[in-house]
């Protein structure tokens, strides 16, 4: 079992940047893939990206080339950095886990944080 939780949220100016942390805890993490998703008020949680344990990787199209995952297996902890942010990335952001592969689908996700709050502004 694996227990996330996500900080580093927070308000920021069109253009600028934050840094999401999602620190695990549980007895096989580096053995998951770890994925962000998002969701917006009034619509459906979306895929952002994901990371295999191996460095593999897989991103929406809408953050391609200004947002970038990384994990650090040692320290049970994976990160978000986001740059060039626009206010269409306004969104809780949810940090999840599974046992298999690069899904881009959260139904196929086991373990979820509680999200935390992303608002970029004009």
């Known amino acids: 079992q694996v227990q996330l939780v996500e900080s580093g949220g927070g308000l920021v100016q069109a253009g600028g940047s934050l840094r999401l942390s999602c620190a695990a805890s549980?007895?096989?993490?580096?053995?998951?893939?770890l994925g962000w998703f998002r969701q917006a008020p009034g619509k459906e949680r979306e895929f952002v990206v994901a990371?295999?344990?191996?460095?593999?990787?897989a991103y929406a199209a809408s953050v391609k080339g200004r947002f970038t995952i990384s994990r650090d297996n040692a320290k049970n902890t994976v990160y978000l950095q986001m740059n060039s942010l626009k206010p269409e990335d306004t969104a809780v952001y949810y940090c999840?886990?599974?046992?298999?592969?690069?899904?881009?689908?959260?139904?196929?996700?086991?373990?979820w944080g509680q999200g935390t709050q992303v608002t970029v502004s004009s």
């Open positions: 999840a886990a599974n046992g298999g592969s690069l899904y881009q689908s959260e139904a196929y996700y086991n373990y």
């Open positions: 549980g007895r096989t993490f580096s053995s998951y893939v």
């Open positions: 990371i295999r344990s191996g460095g593999n990787t």
